[in-house]
């Protein structure tokens, strides 16, 4: 999407053809900056320390970081050595899984020489489909809110409360949950978006707010604990949010505190969509609550919280008492029968096996 007027995506080549560029997700939305990495450890790293996140671009930086590692040593070890290093950075979104399963498809057929090149091509391969997957499911998404705001006043603008960030910057471009509300702003239906701050990392405040805000969405933010607040007093028309992990039969794992906006949700009838590309279905699973590994992340993300200082400079500071103990867990599950409807790029259906196949007969399982 664009910044400053300028279009970019989440990830791509830097000039010298071979190294690979990343908006760094942690200096947002204070300074824009990237980073240059040349290496499958150092994307690695940006995956395992967020400086890139979101479940479609987690899966495009591994398959670059794949590319990398062939780029130096192409042999089989190297190539599983990769394989499992990237796979060790974050264990939630399905679509690392995914991608990394493609690139060992893609890559252990073929003699050593030939496998950087085609790595290179499958990574890019993966972006430009991330890229159309996600306009997909802006274009399903978007008669959903027009059909609200054909029932609001004239004028009144649907009001749309999503949690953590499953925009642009979570995808290669477009991203999934404001996918449908780019197009419906575009297409000059009023909207206003509800932005959970989403602790600990204020994934929300910082990075679904600086992208509204670059496009000109009208959004407010507000914290995690409001949303019910707002739906129990008919200021929530939908919910939409992403997911990093989607069992085939619909149950949904998205960042902490999902699960509550659902029952808040279900408890007020608002209806609570889930927006995701097909590589983000987990078709091995069924129950999420039971097999969906949550990653529990480091308790400084909980005790310290980073902002923009009266000086100007990004500092952290401790939040929590001293000598407490922390928990974080990164995700959590939110049944299906919770979720009105799967927002994919095939088209919205039931959050269900019934639903799901229905749409993906050709990768459903059993
Ligand atoms: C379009 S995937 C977005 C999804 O990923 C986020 O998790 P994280 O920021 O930890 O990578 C969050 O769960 C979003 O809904």
Known sequence: MKINGQHYRTIWLAQDGWRVVVIDQTRLPFRFETVTLGSAEQAADAIRNMVVRGAPLIGATAAYGVALAMR?????????????????????????????????????????PDRAAAAYAEAAAICDEDVAL????????????????????????????????????????????????????????????????TRPRNQGAALTAYELGAHGVPHAVIVDNAGGHLMQRGQVDMVIVGTDRTTARGDVANKIGTYLKALAAHDNGVPFYVA?????????????????????????????????????????VRVAAPGSAVANPAFDVTPARLVTGLITERGVCAASSEGLAGLFPDLAQG
């Not at 190539?79 to 990394?100: D, S």
């Not at 609550?289 to 923009?308: F, K, Q």
């Open 134 to 197: 996600c306009r997909a499911i802006g274009e399903h998404g978007l008669p959903l809110i027009r059909e609200i705001a054909a029932r609001k006043p004239a004028g009144q603008p649907v009001n749309i409360l999503t949690h953590c960030n499953a925009g642009w910057i979570a995808t290669v471009d477009w991203g999934t949950a404001l996918a449908p509300i780019y197009l419906a702003h575009d297409a000059g239906l009023p909207v206003h978006v509800w932005v959970d701050e």
């Open 276 to 316: 995701l590309p097909s590589p983000t279905i987990d078709w091995r699973l069924a129950d999420g609550l039971a097999d969906i590994p949550i990653e529990e992340r480091a308790g400084r993300e909980v005790s310290h919280v980073a902002g923009l200082a009266e000086d100007g400079e990004i500092r952290t």
């Open 72 to 112: 130096a040593d192409a042999a089989d070890p190297a190539l599983e050595a990769a394989l499992a290093l990237l796979a060790a950075t974050r264990p939630t979104a399905v679509n690392l899984r995914w991608a990394l399963e493609r690139m060992r498809q893609a890559l252990a057929p073929l003699p050593p």
